[in-house]
């Protein structure tokens, strides 16, 4: 499963259908989840009362309330896909879920609580539409960059569409690749998306890595740090890749306190307000977009020249408690990375394990294996007292994190595994980077036999290469 996400470009009519199409779902959802509360206190009473629970419950309750709003002469639901109203109806059903399977111990991870209201203004209008019966098409005859979405027609794209349309075109056998599950539609930093997911098939062998043999020499170890975003080398100690922190909220903050203190100067309710506020979100926006444009990035550099990672675990929550490197933190998206770095991994074949929280990595000698008490961070190089090794403290962590591969690999730490990899067994799930347990990835199928796979010859690339620094 994959997705594609292309920004909209609705017409002033298509614009307003949208709005609909998202205020419809909150609407469904917030009905949906007060006649669920009602039910729960009426059953407090009489235990005969029939609480809404699962998910064909729920939609039947949602196509009830439609029946409802047309005997009441309300029609507008009907100039927007009556799958909107069902996709609302699932996704508190899954909440539900969540929530009971939380409770009752078998969902890991932190505590889910009950569901909640979602307020008109907190919430950002999305809803999600089903492909059913090619109901959702990407581009028409005469306009290549749209997309079709039912009662809402053809809108256009700002991006090229080519890529997936040749994915749905039909292949020499004349059955297309892949296929349409789903379009969500929201509106996001100040303009309308769509993301399309799609049962894909894997890339092209010739843009993956040969499977590779997980105890063999070649793993690359890749630290994480604010002076230099990622510093990865290989066991033997050859720097593969560095690439220094961008830097880009420290480098725009200047231009956001100058929209904010114009935005303090406006009156409370005034256009003026309006204009300015939404030059503080779009500012905003793009220091975001770029963020995520950068750690893409870095993380195609890495997936492309290595076949084997180590990243380290690292609690970021717990960092940002520090007050002085919080702003560097938040800016440099340590978790982020290593969320699009897993995913992108399995896409190409690359294997990802993560080394345990409190392994020291940055303390420890890559040559002696000593360990010293205190690095201060000012300090930017390692000294070995033993053996004398002086060498750049993010390299040195790279080093040692690369020598732990093999024995991860023994202990089940995969985050991302091509076809299984090296599983003595199945592993409890986890709920993303970061966690110290094995982790379930997109492309990656979970083995239910206690076999070890072979993946054979190694192919990490070794050249170094780095990003240009912003």
């Known amino acids: 499963?994959?997705?594609?996400?292309?920004?909209?470009?609705?017409?002033?009519?298509?614009?307003?259908?949208?709005?609909?199409?998202?205020?419809?779902?909150?609407?469904?959802?917030?009905?949906?989840?007060?006649?669920?509360?009602?039910?729960?206190?009426?059953?407090?009473?009489?235990?005969?009362?029939?609480?809404?629970?699962?998910?064909?419950d729920l939609i039947n309750a949602v196509n009830a309330w439609r029946r409802?709003?047309?005997?009441?002469?309300?029609?507008?639901?009907?100039?927007?896909?009556?799958?909107?109203?069902?996709?609302?109806?699932?996704?508190?059903?899954?909440?539900?879920?969540?929530?009971?399977?939380?409770?009752?111990?078998?969902?890991?991870?932190?505590?889910?609580?009950?569901?909640a209201f979602k307020k008109k203004s907190r919430t950002l209008y999305c809803f999600r539409i089903r492909s059913q019966k090619a109901n959702v098409a990407v581009g028409t005859p005469d306009r290549l960059r749209?997309?079709?979405?039912?009662r809402l027609g053809v809108i256009g794209v700002r991006e090229d569409t080519r890529p997936l349309r040749r994915l749905l075109s039909p292949g020499p056998d004349g059955e297309?690749?892949?296929?349409?599950?789903?379009?969500?539609?929201?509106?996001?930093?100040?303009?309308?998306?769509?993301?399309?997911?799609?049962?894909?098939?894997?890339?092209?062998?010739?843009?993956?890595?040969?499977?590779?043999?997980?105890?063999?020499?070649?793993?690359?170890?890749?630290?994480?740090?604010?002076?230099?975003?990622?510093?990865?080398?290989?066991?033997?100690?050859?720097?593969?890749?560095?690439?220094?922190?961008?830097?880009?909220?420290?480098?725009?903050?200047e231009g956001l306190a100058l929209r904010q203190r114009r935005l303090a100067r406006t009156r409370p309710d005034s256009r003026r307000r309006a204009r300015a506020l939404q030059k503080v979100s779009e500012y905003q926006a793009r220091t975001a977009a770029m963020r995520e444009h950068r750690l893409h990035e870095v993380s195609n550099l890495l997936v492309k020249?290595?076949?084997?990672?180590?990243?380290?675990?690292?609690?970021?929550?717990?960092?940002?408690?520090?007050?002085?490197?919080?702003?560097?933190?938040?800016?440099?998206?340590?978790?982020?990375?290593?969320?699009?770095?897993?995913?992108?991994?399995?896409?190409?074949?690359?294997?990802?394990?993560?080394?345990?929280?409190?392994?020291?990595?940055?303390?420890?000698?890559?040559?002696?294996?000593?360990?010293?008490?205190?690095?201060?961070?000012?300090?930017?190089?390692?000294?070995c007292p033993e053996c004398g090794l002086r060498i750049d403290r993010d390299l040195n962590a790279a080093i040692n994190l690369a020598k732990q591969g093999p024995r991860l690999s023994r202990l089940v730490r995969f985050l991302s595994c091509p076809g299984g990899g090296h599983h003595p067994g199945p592993g409890p799930a986890s709920s993303g980077?970061?966690?110290?347990?094995?982790?379930?990835?997109?492309?990656r199928h979970r083995p239910t036999t206690g076999t070890a796979a072979v993946c054979g010859p190694s192919t990490a690339r070794t050249p170094t290469t780095a990003l240009p620094g912003a």
């Open 1 to 56: 499963m994959t997705a594609f996400r292309y920004t909209l470009e609705p017409t002033a009519a298509q614009e307003m259908l949208l709005r609909t199409a998202g205020g419809a779902a909150r609407a469904a959802y917030n009905t949906l989840l007060a006649l669920v509360k009602s039910g729960l206190g009426e059953r407090g009473t009489d235990p005969d009362v029939r609480v809404p629970w699962s998910k064909f």
């Open 68 to 115: 409802d709003l047309d005997a009441q002469g309300a029609t507008w639901h009907r100039t927007i896909p009556s799958i909107v109203f069902e996709e609302a109806a699932a996704d508190l059903a899954r909440g539900l879920v969540a929530f009971t399977d939380s409770r009752k111990g078998r969902r890991p991870g932190p505590a889910v609580g009950f569901p």
């Open 146 to 150: 749209a997309v079709r979405l039912p």
């Open 176 to 253: 297309p690749r892949a296929r349409v599950i789903a379009a969500t539609v929201r509106w996001r930093r100040g303009r309308w998306t769509v993301a399309i997911s799609v049962e894909a098939p894997d890339l092209h062998p010739a843009v993956r890595h040969a499977p590779p043999e997980v105890e063999a020499s070649g793993w690359a170890g890749v630290d994480r740090g604010l002076i230099d975003l990622v510093v990865a080398a290989t066991d033997d100690g050859t720097e593969t890749a560095r690439v220094p922190a961008a830097r880009i909220y420290r480098r725009r903050q």
């Open 305 to 383: 020249n290595h076949d084997r990672l180590v990243i380290e675990h690292l609690h970021v929550a717990g960092m940002l408690a520090n007050h002085r490197l919080s702003k560097s933190l938040s800016d440099a998206a340590f978790a982020s990375l290593a969320r699009i770095l897993v995913y992108k991994a399995a896409w190409r074949g690359v294997i990802v394990v993560e080394a345990e929280r409190w392994y020291a990595s940055s303390k420890t000698c890559s040559r002696c294996d000593h360990r010293v008490a205190t690095l201060p961070l000012s300090q930017r190089e390692f000294r």
């Open 433 to 443: 980077p970061g966690d110290q347990r094995a982790t379930q990835t997109h492309r």
